[in-house]
């Protein structure tokens, strides 16, 4: 017998990927480095569909039928490239390797354009949902040609999450548009966490509620339009007591937020497209402020305000609406991402889809995304996500709250990074006139940088250090 597909690393995640794929139906060949990890695998799960296990990567190839499709599952990086380096050798024209690693775009790019010289697809594909959602649902957002998408989606769409029906898996867009929109996800879930943080930080500090009280908060909000994973795990996290001291479990764990990368890559893939995500940037550096242990412990005595606090009833719900408004924000930021990257590398992304495939089994899924869906059918060529008629109504009608919510923490000595980063790229967006011209003025007075005018075309320059007369430039 063959196998309809393989996977090669069986770590936690290839693993459950091999278990969702073979529950399915799927004929599945697996293959690890270390081969107990192999037979570990189809010793206890051997019973839930077909697995082939292979010790070398020849036997492993020589026991999938063409076109051959192979997963690697192994740490993004350096061993992404050994294991493309061991496989390719063996591969045909036409065959397909899958990296479902959490690899940098760029990477794929690279992989992707070596292996089209030789015939075989590079599918950059990125996978999201951990553990669990290996095993029962991922959402997986493949990158590659549409060729390869034609052999290898209807088997991704069947082991993906699925909400109303509707897989979370669809062909991205080619070479690393995948990776792309799976690093962009994992940017808005930096930020979706940080404003979460900051709603309870709020709560906590400025209303004075407990962890107890906070979780019960949070379940109300799941039960509206914040509806989502994460709103839903917070509570759970926030009623958690800790078994050794009794005390509320957030209260023992050391306050540093650590990091693996995508969001950094995120911010730092911005920048060099020119897309302001201050809110998402906001969420990566506020996980590294938290690190910084030492300038943290030097700094803790320097004079804040007395922490009186809010009494006015309502402020929960006022957070609800900051958090709802903010959240909106850092989509708003994401989207412009993808859509900028789409641009940059002629992907043709369509970001309607993007929006379906993060519905069921990523982290950031939410009833929410069905509204940003709603948005790109009604206009596909939306401007930002803040122009959409729901978006705007709900942050014209929250920005009251908002604001007097960040009031609060800036009166309070409370930092609300995430929440302010959000407000402020409204305002600016907004705004009718913005700080820029004047920031013009500086940069040609010091650098004979020039600017244009508003009431004539061309560049010009005034000759600061002379009788300031202007010249064209
Ligand atoms: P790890 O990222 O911990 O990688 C372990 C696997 O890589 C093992 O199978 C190991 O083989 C293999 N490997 C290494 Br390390 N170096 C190798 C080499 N030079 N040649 C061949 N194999 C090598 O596994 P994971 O946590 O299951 O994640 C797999 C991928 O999925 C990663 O890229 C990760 O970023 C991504 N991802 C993870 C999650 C998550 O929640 N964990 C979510 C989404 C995506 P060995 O057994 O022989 O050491």
Redesign the pocket.
């Known amino acids: 017998q063959q196998a309809r597909i393989g996977v090669?690393?069986?770590?936690?995640?290839?693993r459950n990927l091999a278990r969702n794929l073979a529950r399915h139906g799927h004929p599945v060949a697996v293959h690890?480095?270390?081969s107990a990890?192999t037979k570990a695998l189809v010793e206890e799960f051997g019973d839930e569909g077909t697995f082939l296990p292979a010790e070398t990567p020849e036997q492993f190839v020589a026991s999938l039928e063409r076109p051959r499709r192979l997963v690697i599952?192994?740490?993004?990086g350096?061993?992404?490239d050994?294991?493309i380096d061991?496989f390719a050798p063996l591969l045909e024209p036409g065959d397909m390797i899958v990296d479902?690693?959490?690899?940098h775009f760029a990477d794929t790019r690279r992989r992707e354009a070596a292996l089209r010289e030789r015939g075989v697809h590079f599918v950059g594909t990125g996978?999201?949902?951990?553990?669990e959602g290996?095993l029962n649902g991922p959402s997986i957002m493949p990158g590659g040609s549409a060729e390869s998408y034609e052999a290898l989606g209807p088997l991704l769409e069947d082991i993906s999450a699925k909400v109303d029906g509707v897989p979370c898996a669809t062909h991205v867009g080619p070479d690393g548009a995948g990776h792309f929109v799976k690093m962009v996800h994992n940017g808005i879930e930096y930020a979706d966490m940080q404003l979460i943080a900051e709603a309870y930080d709020l709560l906590r500090y400025a209303a004075g509620l407990s962890p107890a009280e906070i979780a019960e908060v949070f379940r109300t909000w799941n039960t509206g339009r914040l509806e989502s994973y994460l709103i839903e795990i917070t509570a759970e996290v926030l009623a958690h007591t800790d078994a050794a001291t009794g005390k509320p479990f957030v209260d023992v764990v050391l306050d540093q937020a650590e990091q693996?990368g995508t969001g950094r890559w995120t911010v730092q893939t911005a920048l060099d497209l020119g897309v302001p995500v201050g809110g998402i940037a906001e969420a990566v550096f506020a996980r590294s402020v938290s690190g910084h242990a030492d300038l943290r412990e030097a700094s803790r005595n320097l004079p804040g305000p007395s922490r009186a606090k809010v009494e006015e009833s309502g402020f929960a719900d006022a957070v609800e609406q900051a958090l709802y408004a903010s959240k909106i924000v850092a989509y708003a930021q994401g989207f412009h991402e993808i859509q900028a990257g789409s641009a940059e590398y002629g992907w043709g992304i369509d970001p309607g889809a993007m929006a379906t495939i993060w519905r069921g089994g990523c982290i950031i899924r939410a009833r929410f995304l069905d509204k940003i869906r709603e948005a790109y059918d009604a206009d596909p060529g939306l401007p930002t996500l803040l122009r959409a008629e729901h978006f705007a109504e709900a942050v014209g009608a929250a920005q009251d709250a908002w604001r007097q919510v960040i009031t609060t923490g800036v009166r309070l000595g409370i930092p609300t990074p995430g929440f302010s980063a959000a407000l402020a790229y409204y305002d600016s967006l907004r705004a009718d006139r913005l700080p820029a011209a004047l920031t013009q003025g500086q940069r040609d007075f010091f650098g004979a940088h020039t600017y244009r005018r508003t009431d004539r075309d061309g560049s010009f320059h005034t000759l600061w250090g002379g009788d300031r007369t202007e010249t064209g430039a």
Not at 8 to 14: D, I, K, R, S
Not at 73 to 76: G, I, L, R, T
Not at 100 to 103: E, L, P, Q, S, T
Request: aromatic share 0%; glycine share 22%.
């Open positions: 090669t690393g069986l770590a936690v995640m290839g690890n480095r270390t990890k599952m192994v740490k993004a350096g061993p992404t050994a294991v061991e479902g690693g959490n690899a996978i999201s949902g951990g553990e290996a693996k």
